[in-house]
């Protein structure tokens, strides 16, 4: 009699299972969120605009570095476009006498300059776990369907490895091929 209570509820459990899976996804409802890529647009000072892209990345130990890629468009039509990485204070150096090493899934190494004196005030007293370099040069080189590892130096010498997966690679590469 037992058994017989169990399985009856099992049974009714499943049927009501099905109902709610049949019910979702024919509104279209997916239980996982959908990629959106956020493209904000600043403008700077007159006439220079700024089209940026966030993502967080992990390394290697868990921590979280956030990823802002930016494309930069002068008053006189000057484009340029860095990526910045940003992880916590006093977790990490960044060595900035070395360039960032991109690495794709390929085996296929590229390498980014630092350009980070240029986001700082106070030269004198850099931020250490801020580091910003030059893509611009590389990003027609970077296959949008091959994940990318990136390879931070830091004056330790434990370098940062990031993560990068193909639909970053894509945003980017859509950001900078944007008209403006």
Not at 140 to 168: K, M, N, R, W
Request: proline share 7%; no cysteine; glycine share 6%.
């Amino acid at each position: 009699m037992i058994g017989f209570f169990i399985r009856k509820i099992f049974i009714q459990f499943l049927l009501l299972t099905t109902l709610v899976l049949t019910v979702l996804l024919g509104l279209g409802i997916s239980t996982t969120p959908d990629a959106v890529a956020v493209i904000r647009q600043l403008e700077e000072a007159p006439g220079q605009i700024v089209y940026q892209s966030r993502q967080t990345l992990n390394d290697q130990h868990g921590n979280s570095w956030q990823a802002i890629a930016f494309k930069r468009v002068s008053p006189n039509n000057k484009t340029s476009f860095e990526l910045r990485l940003v992880g916590f204070p006093g977790v990490v150096e960044i060595d900035r006498s070395q360039p960032l090493l991109l690495t794709n899934s390929m085996g296929e190494k590229l390498t980014a300059a630092d350009n980070s004196s240029i986001i700082f005030t106070d030269l004198s007293a850099p931020e250490s776990n801020v580091g910003e370099y030059d893509l611009q040069p590389l990003l027609p080189q970077l296959q949008p369907e091959l994940p990318l590892g990136l390879t931070l130096p830091t004056i330790d010498g434990e370098a940062i490895q990031l993560s990068v997966p193909p639909s970053f690679v894509q945003e980017w590469q859509t950001l900078f091929s944007a008209k403006t």
